[in-house]
């Protein structure tokens, strides 16, 4: 008998019931999907897009962060053989660092690696002006003519759904889809799913990014707030800082491990959930789990979230959520933060 008292046990019970009943959901279409080793990663539709993408993607601010610049070229073409034909940008990453590493290696061997990519980038800026200027960049560093998805990057501050609108952003994003260097569009964003809520009747996006991970679910959870209103949107969620963010605080600390913290991802209901890999080892590890993904379920699923649950709730693994640390200097900047 729990030591809670009962209306503390019964909503304990019911949040645990959201994670299981949503990995008993996937069960039936987002597991290996046939797959077998050797022959690529399952993927899962992209919301209403009518395009399905991989259940992982590459994440550029990572692949930005291999030294080795050839290396990092070796592991984006090394993915895309391995069927990991998402890949994650940002126009700020590195100071557009990230996009110029891919676009090389997109742009290899006369383009042939573009062809196999769904790619996406994002854009930093909320005013018409800027949104064109930085987006006609990511173009050139990405060497391409068009982005299969571009987000408004980090709606982090309760002010940044009128921002977008107000400021003209959005409709010039709306302005450069309809010229095709675009084809869908969404937003990201860290803070607070009660931001993405007021971000998600905006507009009709394609798709939302956000933290999904197993201390999320104890902790201003986007799993549990934001995925079934932007179900009822009609937007599809892809997931984030599965590893708790930057460099894994949730493995690193020993909360859970990196296949339980990408399983637990892949179990929400999301279409993909972006992964920092700066190694081919990393590629190899995600490449697997990936592959031979089956939902955490039942038993498994309830000691995996008892096991981080004492770690989870303070928020202590993803401070991202509760200070301006891990924002990044433009947005600081954009909002008056040093």
Same mark, same amino acid.
């Given at each position: 008998?729990?030591? %809670?008292?009962?209306?503390? =046990?019964?909503?304990?019970?019911?949040?645990?019931?959201?994670?299981?009943?949503?990995?008993?959901?996937?069960?039936?279409?987002?597991?290996?999907?046939?797959?077998?080793?050797?022959?690529?990663?399952?993927?899962?539709?992209?919301?209403?897009?009518?395009?399905?993408? &991989?259940?992982?993607?590459?994440?550029?601010?990572?692949?930005?962060?291999?030294?080795?610049?050839?290396?990092?070229?070796?592991?984006?073409?090394?993915?895309?053989?391995?069927?990991?034909?998402?890949?994650?940008?940002?126009?700020?990453? /590195?100071?557009?660092?990230?996009?110029?590493?891919?676009?090389?290696?997109?742009?290899?061997?006369?383009?042939?690696?573009?062809?196999?990519?769904?790619?996406?980038?994002?854009? $930093?800026?909320?005013?018409?002006?800027?949104?064109?200027?930085?987006?006609?960049? &990511?173009?050139?560093?990405?060497?391409?003519?068009?982005?299969?998805?571009?987000?408004?990057?980090?709606? *982090?501050?309760? *002010?940044?759904?009128?921002?977008?609108?107000?400021?003209?952003?959005?409709?010039?994003?709306?302005?450069?889809?309809?010229?095709?260097?675009?084809?869908?569009?969404?937003?990201?964003? /860290? +803070?607070?799913?009660?931001?993405?809520?007021?971000?998600?009747?905006? /507009? +009709?996006?394609?798709?939302?990014?956000?933290?999904? *991970?197993?201390?999320?679910?104890?902790?201003?959870?986007?799993?549990?707030?934001?995925?079934?209103?932007?179900?009822?949107?009609? =937007? !599809?969620?892809?997931?984030?800082?599965?590893?708790?963010?930057?460099?894994?605080?949730?493995?690193?600390?020993?909360? !859970?491990?990196?296949?339980? $913290?990408?399983?637990?991802?892949?179990?929400?209901?999301?279409?993909?959930?972006?992964?920092?890999?700066?190694?081919?080892?990393?590629?190899?590890?995600?490449?697997?789990?990936?592959?031979?993904?089956?939902?955490?379920?039942?038993?498994?699923? =309830? +000691?995996? %979230? !008892?096991?981080?649950?004492?770690?989870?709730?303070?928020?202590?693994?993803?401070?991202?959520?509760?200070?301006?640390?891990?924002?990044?200097?433009? /947005?600081?900047?954009?909002?008056?933060?040093?």
């Amino acid at each position: 008998m729990s030591d %809670l008292p009962i209306d503390e =046990t019964r909503r304990e019970f019911l949040q645990t019931g959201v994670a299981v009943g949503a990995a008993v959901a996937l069960g039936a279409n987002a597991a290996a999907q046939d797959k077998k080793p050797g022959e690529g990663i399952p993927t899962r539709p992209l919301g209403k897009t009518g395009v399905n993408v &991989s259940i992982l993607c590459l994440g550029g601010w990572h692949i930005g962060d291999v030294k080795d610049k050839d290396e990092a070229v070796k592991i984006m073409h090394a993915a895309l053989d391995e069927g990991v034909t998402f890949f994650d940008n940002c126009w700020d990453y /590195h100071d557009g660092g990230s996009e110029e590493i891919m676009g090389k290696a997109l742009s290899a061997d006369g383009g042939k690696w573009r062809k196999k990519c769904f790619l996406m980038t994002k854009v $930093c800026a909320r005013d018409a002006k800027t949104v064109r200027a930085q987006i006609d960049e &990511s173009l050139k560093r990405l060497k391409t003519d068009v982005i299969d998805l571009m987000q408004m990057h980090e709606i *982090n501050w309760d *002010n940044d759904p009128e921002w977008v609108v107000e400021q003209g952003g959005l409709a010039e994003l709306l302005k450069i889809q309809k010229e095709g260097k675009v084809r869908f569009v969404g937003f990201t964003g /860290h +803070k607070s799913p009660h931001i993405h809520l007021k971000m998600l009747p905006v /507009h +009709k996006w394609d798709t939302v990014q956000c933290p999904i *991970n197993v201390c999320d679910h104890f902790y201003r959870s986007f799993a549990k707030e934001l995925i079934p209103a932007a179900k009822k949107h009609g =937007t !599809a969620v892809i997931g984030m800082k599965s590893l708790g963010g930057g460099q894994g605080k949730i493995v690193k600390d020993g909360v !859970a491990t990196a296949e339980e $913290c990408i399983r637990f991802a892949l179990s929400q209901d999301v279409v993909t959930v972006v992964s920092g890999i700066t190694s081919m080892d990393i590629l190899k590890k995600n490449v697997a789990t990936a592959r031979n993904f089956k939902p955490l379920q039942g038993e498994e699923l =309830t +000691k995996l %979230l !008892a096991k981080v649950k004492p770690q989870a709730g303070d928020g202590r693994h993803e401070r991202f959520k509760s200070t301006i640390d891990f924002d990044g200097p433009y /947005h600081r900047k954009q909002h008056g933060f040093e």
